[in-house]
């Protein structure tokens, strides 16, 4: 292997800006049993997305996807010291740790464990569209030759790795052992509220890493849809289901505005111009007070509603068949239980109000 002695590589942040919203999923490639497979992760929505890629990569698998049996070719603590991108073309520089069989050795690495790590560089940048070769530098030094590593994608003779030669692949996900303790860890929490705003079950504003009300409410939203037990908490079963979120599909596709309340389930859905923009948890009407089926219309409005026979205050209501609304309300229980309202938990109730404007149809079912 050739070092080019003294060409030094500055510690430049490629600036590719994350989509506004919550979190940014992003795929890292590992090896496990004889093949690389993509872990998914949630790299948040701000700074830099690149370098917060390539540092979850040299991070490794996180530990339900090692128990999974997924590991990594890089030497433990292998850091991202810098990087400077020419067009569609980036230096990567990391430490001294890449030509490094182990952490704590000096022992050159392995061909073999080489080109692991550089299809697991190369699979994980395949990602960038906007990408198209890459190079190593090691501490200040740009790697330009490579022993004989065993690959059908070789790098070309000043050092450069193209990734439009790399084979395509089916990008099989890893598999991953989950149990309770990892469902309380803030980052499998964000990478499933993630997963979850992206797919219309919960506001991008509330991935917080934390299992909140909000949190609770959209999985048992996500829970009924699913066909699964309602009980709003994150298990291995939920979380499971989670990773493989779609966007619900609405009854009436037609252009325009309009809510649909799914009384058997439990669920609110905000349909424009024929997708789901949000599902929403709701409780409707208990027996013998059942909300009535139909279509009806958004007739009146009130930000602060006082309901006349049941003495209560019920904020964010929107009226669309007589006295019955779609409100705001402490209890939204995973059954029927009103008096014949939509109820809706408080933190979405208002985008709900915002979004019924006057004469909005309402489809119940």
Not at 115 to 143: H, K, P
Request: charged share 15%.
């Amino acid at each position: 292997m050739r070092v080019a002695a003294g060409v030094l590589v500055s510690s430049v942040f490629l600036a590719l800006a994350a989509p506004v919203g919550a979190g940014t999923l992003v795929r890292a490639w590992f090896p496990q049993g004889n093949q690389l497979r993509y872990g998914v992760r949630d790299v948040g929505a701000r700074g830099p997305l690149v370098p917060a890629v390539l540092r979850t990569l040299l991070a490794g698998p996180t530990a339900p996807e090692a128990r999974g049996g997924a590991r990594t070719a890089f030497a433990h603590g292998t850091r991202l010291l810098g990087f400077r991108r020419t067009g569609s073309a980036l230096t990567i520089q990391l430490d001294g740790r890449f030509l490094t069989q182990t952490a704590g050795s000096a022992t050159p690495v392995k061909p073999a464990r080489l080109a692991l790590r550089v299809l697991q560089i190369g699979r994980t940048l395949q990602q960038f569209a906007s990408l198209r070769r890459f190079r190593v530098s090691v501490s200040g030094q740009l790697v330009t030759m490579y022993p004989e590593l065993g690959l059908r994608w070789h790098p070309s003779a000043d050092g450069w790795w193209d990734l439009t030669q790399l084979a395509p692949t089916m990008a099989p996900a890893i598999t991953a052992t989950l149990t309770a303790d990892d469902l309380e860890e803030p980052g499998q929490v964000r990478l499933a509220q993630t997963l979850l705003a992206d797919t219309g079950w919960l506001g991008h504003d509330e991935v917080t890493g934390t299992l909140d009300y909000a949190t609770s409410q959209a999985l048992t939203a996500f829970e009924a849809w699913r066909g699964l037990t309602r009980d709003g908490t994150l298990t291995t079963e939920s979380f499971a289901e989670v990773l493989r979120a779609t966007r619900p599909q609405p009854a009436v596709t037609d252009p325009g505005r309009h809510i649909e309340v799914h009384r058997s389930l439990g669920v609110l859905l905000e349909v424009e111009n024929g997708s789901v923009v949000r599902a929403i948890h709701t409780s409707t009407g208990a027996p013998g007070r059942e909300t009535p089926s139909g279509s009806f219309t958004v007739y009146r409005k009130e930000q602060l509603s006082w309901s006349v026979p049941f003495k209560v205050w019920m904020p964010w209501a929107s009226y669309f068949h007589g006295g019955i609304a779609m409100h705001a309300y402490s209890s939204v229980p995973a059954y029927p239980a009103s008096h014949g309202c939509v109820r809706l938990p408080a933190p979405e109730a208002q985008g709900v109000y915002d979004f019924a404007i006057q004469s909005t149809p309402v489809y119940v079912y």
